[in-house]
């Protein structure tokens, strides 16, 4: 254990969380869930969901990785074993590794189309507009062969370890994302069209709150800030003793957050401004377009009608959501990777190999099988079992731990731990609040 690989820095902590949290669900999930729920109240509800729910349920997460420092299968484990029942850790936390394995089965899928819609600027630039075309289209050959591609990138720096291959990424990737993110604003802001989408985002219609309002953002908020899964534990076991853990995971949350509520400046605007061109942007029901339709046609077709310029936008535009999609997928493979190289001889690099392998394989099967898995997988992993596996976190800390190790594990960076604010309220607070909270989206989704 003594030679275990840590971040190097703080910064670097930081950017790998965030680079786990800020993904597809920040850049394209939050910005279509506000379309689909009326707008600017949404954005209100979620952002203090986020910091009342999903923040305490990430500390649980970052406690448990940094006290235990190992993967989230023999965290719990020896949490379990303190009170005689080690197979329940096992269980839940064997739980968690599928899970995270499926969701990066799917997400991958997912970020190859993105690759492809990347790599269509490229050819339309170069004017193969065969390729193009291609490229574009639904079809098994392009999603597996993206797919592979996708997944090709993030086992090479899974591969390469915690400092070299994480960190690294991240540190490199995220700042690149978020000067895109911020070029593309400016550039959409400026278009016809663009208020009545910054209107709809900003000015809140509090008739517009309806209970499933409140239950789709905490959906939103726990899946935005990766939890439930073991990723967020498995950063934490990374972390060093020297940060506090309240303030670090303060601001991976304010990150995510910001850079999801910077993100729906961007994709609402753009809505408009395709109306704006001519392209439809909403459904026969009069709905806003959501869904995967909005960044594959509603987006492409704004692209098309901009020229030359649409070109370089759909590059900036494609480029931003495969390296969002990458810095977020290597956190959902390192859970599975970080298991097998803590509890076998083999090393990391066979152990990204075999198991990117076997995943993908699965993702193959998703893509022979499209239209009955895919839905199903997203629905498996993310409405029912992130929160099942949320509640399970929040009990593991709440109920399982003495309060004294709670105590002893916030202690490291953090001088005044016992007499702190957080130490008063949090315990009590994942003990009861969250495990309630989130019943109450887990109870809606199942409706
Ligand atoms: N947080 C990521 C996103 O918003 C998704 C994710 C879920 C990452 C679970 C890791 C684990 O896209």
Redesign the pocket.
Known sequence: MASRELFSSKMGFVMAAAG???????IW?FPTNTASNGGAAFVLVYLVLAFCLAYPALMAELVIGRASRANIVTSLRDIAGERGIPWAGILIGGYGVII?SL?YSF?SIVAGWMVAHWAESLTTMAGQSQWSEWLVAFGLKRNIIFTAIFMGLTMAIISRGVSAGIERWSTRLMPVMMLLLVVLIIYVLTQNGASEGLKLYLIPHFSDLKPQVFLSAMGQAF???????G?MLIYGSYLSDKENLPQIGAIVTLT?TGIAFIAGLLILPAIYVAKEYGTNVFTDGGELIAGPDLIFQVLPALFGSMGTAGTLVAFAFFTLMTI??LT??I??LEVPVSLATENTKIGRGMATLIIGSLIFLISVGICLNFGALFGWVINFT?VYS?PVLGILLCVFVGWLWHRNKVLNALKPGMDNAEQSLFFKIWPMYVRFVCPLLILATFIQSLR
């Open positions: 786990s949290a800020v993904g597809l669900g920040n999930g995270a969701i997400y899946f935005s800030l990766s939890l439930g899964v990723t995510d969002a999609a977020s997928s956190s959902m993310t992130e």
